[in-house]
Protein backbone atom coordinates (compact mmCIF):
# COMPACT_ATOMS: atom_id res chain seq x y z
CA UNK A 1 0.00 0.00 0.00
CA UNK A 2 1.62 3.65 -1.22
CA UNK A 3 1.77 6.26 1.45
CA UNK A 4 -1.17 8.50 -0.32
CA UNK A 5 -3.74 5.17 0.34
CA UNK A 6 -2.62 4.99 3.51
CA UNK A 7 -3.41 8.68 3.98
CA UNK A 8 -7.08 8.42 2.85
CA UNK A 9 -6.91 11.76 1.49
CA UNK A 10 -9.63 13.54 -0.27
CA UNK A 11 -10.03 14.25 -4.18
CA UNK A 12 -8.98 17.91 -3.33
CA UNK A 13 -6.11 16.75 -0.63
CA UNK A 14 -5.14 14.30 -3.19
CA UNK A 15 -4.49 16.72 -6.06
CA UNK A 16 -2.84 19.63 -3.76
CA UNK A 17 0.00 16.36 -2.85
CA UNK A 18 0.63 15.33 -6.49
CA UNK A 19 0.92 18.90 -7.85
CA UNK A 20 3.40 19.79 -4.62
CA UNK A 21 5.02 16.31 -5.26
CA UNK A 22 5.89 17.39 -9.14
CA UNK A 23 6.36 21.28 -8.37
CA UNK A 24 7.97 21.35 -4.81
CA UNK A 25 7.38 24.70 -3.05
CA UNK A 26 4.28 26.62 -3.37
CA UNK A 27 2.12 28.88 -2.12
CA UNK A 28 -1.66 28.97 -1.32
CA UNK A 29 -2.25 31.35 -4.32
CA UNK A 30 -0.26 29.47 -6.69
CA UNK A 31 -2.01 25.85 -5.71
CA UNK A 32 -4.73 27.41 -6.56
CA UNK A 33 -3.75 28.90 -9.89
CA UNK A 34 -2.02 25.46 -10.98
CA UNK A 35 -5.04 23.06 -9.97
CA UNK A 36 -7.76 25.60 -11.14
CA UNK A 37 -9.90 25.01 -7.11
CA UNK A 38 -11.32 27.69 -5.28
CA UNK A 39 -8.96 29.45 -2.95
CA UNK A 40 -11.29 28.28 -0.05
CA UNK A 41 -10.88 24.38 -1.33
CA UNK A 42 -6.74 24.76 -1.53
CA UNK A 43 -6.98 26.37 2.15
CA UNK A 44 -9.19 23.58 3.14
CA UNK A 45 -7.01 20.69 1.32
CA UNK A 46 -3.39 22.56 2.98
CA UNK A 47 -5.30 22.14 6.44
CA UNK A 48 -5.87 18.66 5.94
CA UNK A 49 -2.87 17.65 4.40
CA UNK A 50 -1.07 19.15 7.98
CA UNK A 51 -3.19 17.44 9.69
CA UNK A 52 -2.04 14.11 8.27
CA UNK A 53 1.25 15.14 8.11
CA UNK A 54 1.84 15.08 4.49
CA UNK A 55 2.79 18.38 3.86
CA UNK A 56 4.84 21.03 5.64
CA UNK A 57 4.83 25.00 5.60
CA UNK A 58 8.02 27.39 5.64
CA UNK A 59 8.52 30.18 8.26
CA UNK A 60 7.97 33.54 7.42
CA UNK A 61 5.68 36.03 5.96
CA UNK A 62 4.75 34.30 2.97
CA UNK A 63 4.36 30.88 3.62
CA UNK A 64 5.07 28.07 1.02
CA UNK A 65 3.62 24.39 1.13
CA UNK A 66 5.95 21.17 0.34
CA UNK A 67 5.33 17.52 0.58
CA UNK A 68 6.70 15.70 3.74
CA UNK A 69 6.71 12.05 4.26
CA UNK A 70 6.58 10.23 7.64
CA UNK A 71 9.74 8.30 9.06
CA UNK A 72 7.75 5.29 10.16
CA UNK A 73 6.89 5.51 6.02
CA UNK A 74 10.45 5.83 5.51
CA UNK A 75 11.65 2.88 7.22
CA UNK A 76 9.05 0.80 6.32
CA UNK A 77 9.86 1.45 2.60
CA UNK A 78 13.11 1.07 3.55
CA UNK A 79 12.83 -2.52 5.17
CA UNK A 80 11.22 -3.36 1.89
CA UNK A 81 13.41 -2.02 -0.76
CA UNK A 82 16.05 -3.59 0.98
CA UNK A 83 13.94 -7.10 0.93
CA UNK A 84 13.16 -6.52 -2.54
CA UNK A 85 16.80 -5.57 -3.24
CA UNK A 86 18.00 -8.50 -1.52
CA UNK A 87 15.82 -10.81 -3.76
CA UNK A 88 16.07 -9.73 -6.77
CA UNK A 89 20.14 -9.66 -5.96
CA UNK A 90 19.62 -13.23 -4.78
CA UNK A 91 17.36 -14.12 -7.96
CA UNK A 92 20.03 -12.40 -10.04
CA UNK A 93 22.98 -14.69 -8.47
CA UNK A 94 20.98 -17.79 -9.02
CA UNK A 95 19.70 -16.59 -12.47
CA UNK A 96 24.21 -16.14 -13.71
CA UNK A 97 25.05 -18.95 -11.51
CA UNK A 98 22.28 -21.17 -14.03
CA UNK A 99 23.61 -19.25 -16.98
CA UNK A 100 27.59 -19.73 -16.08
CA UNK A 101 26.36 -23.40 -15.41
CA UNK A 102 25.06 -23.60 -18.90
CA UNK A 103 27.68 -21.83 -20.19
CA UNK A 104 30.02 -24.40 -18.43
CA UNK A 105 27.66 -26.99 -19.93
CA UNK A 106 28.44 -26.08 -23.74
CA UNK A 107 32.13 -24.76 -23.19
CA UNK A 108 32.68 -28.41 -21.72
CA UNK A 109 30.29 -30.03 -24.72
CA UNK A 110 32.14 -27.63 -27.50
CA UNK A 111 35.23 -28.75 -26.15
CA UNK A 112 34.76 -32.28 -26.10
CA UNK A 113 33.19 -31.99 -29.88
CA UNK A 114 36.25 -30.03 -30.49
CA UNK A 115 38.82 -32.84 -28.98
CA UNK A 116 36.74 -35.82 -30.99
CA UNK A 117 36.57 -33.75 -34.01
CA UNK A 118 40.60 -33.03 -34.03
CA UNK A 119 41.02 -36.74 -32.96
CA UNK A 120 38.93 -37.45 -35.95
CA UNK A 121 40.87 -35.35 -38.23
CA UNK A 122 43.49 -36.84 -36.99
CA UNK A 123 42.92 -40.27 -37.56
CA UNK A 124 41.81 -39.33 -41.17
CA UNK A 125 45.14 -37.54 -41.87
CA UNK A 126 47.14 -40.55 -40.42
CA UNK A 127 44.73 -42.82 -42.51
CA UNK A 128 45.92 -40.92 -45.92
CA UNK A 129 49.50 -40.25 -44.86
CA UNK A 130 49.70 -44.17 -44.48
CA UNK A 131 48.02 -44.65 -47.59
CA UNK A 132 50.06 -42.61 -49.59
CA UNK A 133 53.13 -43.65 -47.79
CA UNK A 134 52.30 -47.08 -49.20
CA UNK A 135 51.25 -45.82 -52.96
CA UNK A 136 55.02 -44.30 -53.09
CA UNK A 137 56.73 -47.27 -51.72
CA UNK A 138 54.41 -49.84 -54.07
CA UNK A 139 55.39 -46.96 -56.98
CA UNK A 140 58.72 -46.86 -55.91
CA UNK A 141 58.72 -50.77 -55.64
CA UNK A 142 57.71 -51.29 -59.17
CA UNK A 143 59.71 -48.67 -60.87
CA UNK A 144 62.82 -49.97 -59.36
CA UNK A 145 61.57 -54.16 -60.76
CA UNK A 146 60.76 -52.47 -64.13
CA UNK A 147 64.39 -50.86 -63.95
CA UNK A 148 65.97 -54.30 -62.76
CA UNK A 149 64.29 -55.94 -65.66
CA UNK A 150 65.00 -53.72 -68.58
CA UNK A 151 68.60 -54.16 -66.82
CA UNK A 152 68.38 -57.92 -67.02
CA UNK A 153 66.70 -57.47 -70.51
CA UNK A 154 69.42 -55.33 -71.99
CA UNK A 155 72.29 -57.09 -70.31
CA UNK A 156 70.86 -60.44 -71.67
CA UNK A 157 70.11 -58.75 -75.28
CA UNK A 158 73.91 -57.66 -74.95
CA UNK A 159 75.09 -61.04 -73.78
CA UNK A 160 73.31 -62.57 -76.85
CA UNK A 161 74.71 -60.04 -79.02
CA UNK A 162 78.22 -60.64 -78.38
CA UNK A 163 78.35 -64.00 -78.11
CA UNK A 164 76.55 -63.80 -81.68
CA UNK A 165 79.85 -62.04 -82.64
CA UNK A 166 81.87 -64.11 -80.96
CA UNK A 167 80.61 -66.96 -83.01
CA UNK A 168 80.01 -65.25 -86.16
CA UNK A 169 84.18 -63.91 -85.65
CA UNK A 170 85.17 -67.38 -84.27
CA UNK A 171 83.40 -68.88 -87.58
CA UNK A 172 84.49 -66.99 -89.79
CA UNK A 173 88.12 -67.56 -88.14
CA UNK A 174 87.65 -71.68 -88.52
CA UNK A 175 86.48 -71.00 -92.33
CA UNK A 176 90.14 -69.08 -92.93
CA UNK A 177 91.86 -71.24 -91.27
CA UNK A 178 90.53 -73.87 -92.99
CA UNK A 179 90.22 -72.45 -96.32
CA UNK A 180 94.21 -71.65 -95.33
CA UNK A 181 94.89 -75.54 -94.13
CA UNK A 182 93.19 -76.47 -97.37
CA UNK A 183 95.76 -74.11 -99.74
CA UNK A 184 98.48 -75.16 -97.78
CA UNK A 185 97.66 -78.80 -98.18
CA UNK A 186 97.48 -78.46 -101.52
CA UNK A 187 100.60 -76.67 -101.98
CA UNK A 188 102.21 -79.53 -100.10
CA UNK A 189 100.17 -81.87 -102.49
CA UNK A 190 101.49 -80.18 -105.69
CA UNK A 191 105.09 -79.68 -104.22
CA UNK A 192 104.91 -83.39 -103.45
CA UNK A 193 104.01 -84.06 -107.25
CA UNK A 194 106.63 -81.35 -108.23
CA UNK A 195 108.95 -83.44 -106.35
CA UNK A 196 107.60 -86.64 -107.41
CA UNK A 197 107.84 -85.64 -111.10
CA UNK A 198 111.57 -84.24 -110.24
CA UNK A 199 112.47 -87.43 -109.24
CA UNK A 200 111.14 -89.16 -112.00
CA UNK A 201 113.36 -86.78 -114.53
CA UNK A 202 116.18 -87.67 -113.02
CA UNK A 203 117.81 -87.23 -116.30
CA UNK A 204 117.65 -83.46 -116.81
CA UNK A 205 120.18 -81.08 -115.20
CA UNK A 206 120.25 -80.31 -111.57
CA UNK A 207 120.59 -76.55 -112.30
CA UNK A 208 116.61 -77.04 -113.95
CA UNK A 209 115.57 -78.89 -111.05
CA UNK A 210 116.73 -76.22 -108.73
CA UNK A 211 115.14 -73.51 -110.50
CA UNK A 212 112.00 -75.05 -110.25
CA UNK A 213 112.42 -75.91 -106.98
CA UNK A 214 112.91 -72.18 -106.08
CA UNK A 215 110.31 -71.23 -107.68
CA UNK A 216 107.81 -73.72 -105.81
CA UNK A 217 108.81 -72.35 -102.72
CA UNK A 218 108.37 -69.24 -103.67
CA UNK A 219 104.82 -69.84 -104.80
CA UNK A 220 104.39 -71.55 -101.89
CA UNK A 221 105.81 -68.52 -99.90
CA UNK A 222 103.51 -66.13 -101.77
CA UNK A 223 100.48 -67.88 -101.12
CA UNK A 224 101.31 -68.29 -97.54
CA UNK A 225 101.42 -64.59 -97.17
CA UNK A 226 98.42 -63.71 -98.97
CA UNK A 227 96.15 -65.76 -96.72
CA UNK A 228 97.96 -64.23 -93.65
CA UNK A 229 97.07 -61.30 -95.03
CA UNK A 230 93.65 -61.75 -95.94
CA UNK A 231 93.06 -62.85 -92.06
CA UNK A 232 94.91 -59.76 -90.67
CA UNK A 233 92.46 -57.99 -92.63
CA UNK A 234 89.46 -59.70 -91.71
CA UNK A 235 90.51 -60.07 -88.04
CA UNK A 236 91.00 -56.16 -87.80
CA UNK A 237 87.20 -55.81 -89.63
CA UNK A 238 85.48 -57.50 -86.90
CA UNK A 239 87.73 -55.74 -84.30
CA UNK A 240 86.17 -52.44 -85.76
Do not use: W
Not at 147 to 166: F, G, P, R
Amino acid sequence: MSFIERLELTQEEKQVYQLLLGCGQLTAYEIAQFSNLHYSNVNQALNGLQNKGAVGVSEGYLKKYFVRIPLDFLGETSDQLSTNVKSNINAATAFIENKKQGFNEIRTNLVSQLDQSVTKKKEILDQRLSQISSNLQSTAQAKEDSANQKTTELSSKIKTMQESQQQAIQSSVDDLLKSGVESLNQAKTSFNTVIENIKIKNNESSLSVNNDIEQILLSLEEKERDELSKLRIFMSGRQK
